[in-house]
């Protein structure tokens, strides 16, 4: 995980248009920013749906959501016109910036190990620093209470976060 009020290490990528996004470019705004394994799997859908559909009161406080995965800007494409996807999607294909935002990293699966992404959100300030961060995310969780079954899903607590943040 970075840092708190660490630089956010700067990026160029290309989204599912294949037009470049550059953090230099997003300064002044707060970006939600993302990085998940795979398009078209169901906790990524999941993910980018609940975006999605807050993606209007994220817009509200001034915030832009990026998600990220090593999957290519065609992938990425197919995944929103699948979902109606409506948050920008960046490829990192090289892993470069997934590395730099530590979220490239050993994984281990049915006692096999590869290199993988793990699921991360950052808030990044307006000024360009690391405002928040959650790592192992996971997408939703059902708990019981008082016999009911709770949902409590990322985005809400991200949103939270960030209202938090901008006092």
């Known amino acids: 995980m ?13 989204n599912q248009d294949d037009v470049e996004i550059c953090l230099r470019d997003l300064k002044g705004k707060w970006i939600v920013l ?12 999941t993910e980018a749906c609940d975006f999605t559909e807050a993606q209007i009161e994220f817009s509200d406080m001034d915030a832009m959501i990026l998600g ?5 800007t065609a992938s990425h494409q197919k995944f929103i016109d699948k979902y109606n996807i409506e948050v920008t999607l960046l490829s990192d294909s090289s892993t470069k910036m997934m590395q730099e935002y530590d979220v490239w990293k ?13 699921r991360t959100t950052y808030i990044i300030s307006p000024e360009g620093k690391i405002a928040a961060g959650w790592d192992n995310v996971k ?4 708990r019981k209470k008082d016999g009911q079954t709770i949902e409590k899903l ?11 943040l901008r006092g």
């Open 2 to 14: 970075l840092a708190i009020n660490s630089r956010a290490p700067d990026f160029c990528l290309p």
């Open 34 to 45: 993302y990085f998940y394994p795979k398009d078209s799997t169901p906790g990524c859908t």
């Open 68 to 72: 990220v995965s090593a999957d290519s």
């Open 106 to 118: 050993m994984k281990k699966n049915y006692g096999k190990e590869y290199m993988g992404i793990v």
């Open 139 to 142: 997408v939703r969780v059902k």
């Open 154 to 164: 990322h985005v809400d607590e991200v949103r939270e976060k960030l209202k938090e």
